[in-house]
């Protein structure tokens, strides 16, 4: 078969490449990105799960709260996870945790904040028949 070629078609598979590839490439970038993300708020939520039965426990304490999460983001979170700030609070009756950080940037100019909190009543001994 004779394959006809018409000038005006020249260069355009080319043109074609040039417009596709950096879309296809942005559009995989992301969807990594997102992936990233959505690790690092597990890895926060994580982290603040294990700072709150630290802290709520019978004698708990904000510092050690702050440490279990400390240790588990040190573990788990040195990856997605940057920045991570740790805030804890224990009162009379809840204990709360808040883990705030950044995803790891795959995509420049691309900054994704995590977000992870986790609260619940403080264990106390309550005398028996009370």
Do not use: Y
């Amino acid at each position: 078969m004779h394959q006809l070629h018409l000038p005006n078609d020249r260069g355009s598979a080319h043109a074609q490449v040039v417009i596709v590839l950096p879309v296809a490439f942005l559009a995989f970038f992301l969807v990594v990105q997102f992936a990233m993300w959505s690790h690092a708020t597990h890895i926060a939520q994580a982290a603040a799960s294990h700072g709150l039965a630290a802290v709520r426990a019978h004698n708990g304490s904000p510092a050690v709260g702050t440490a279990s999460a400390r240790s588990v983001l040190a573990d788990l979170g040195n990856g997605p996870l940057r920045d991570a700030d740790v805030q804890c609070n224990r009162g009379a009756e809840t204990a709360f945790v808040r883990i705030s950080g950044t995803a790891k940037q795959v995509v420049p100019f691309l900054s994704l904040r995590v977000h992870a909190e986790a609260a619940g009543p403080v264990e106390r001994f309550v005398e028996p028949g009370r």
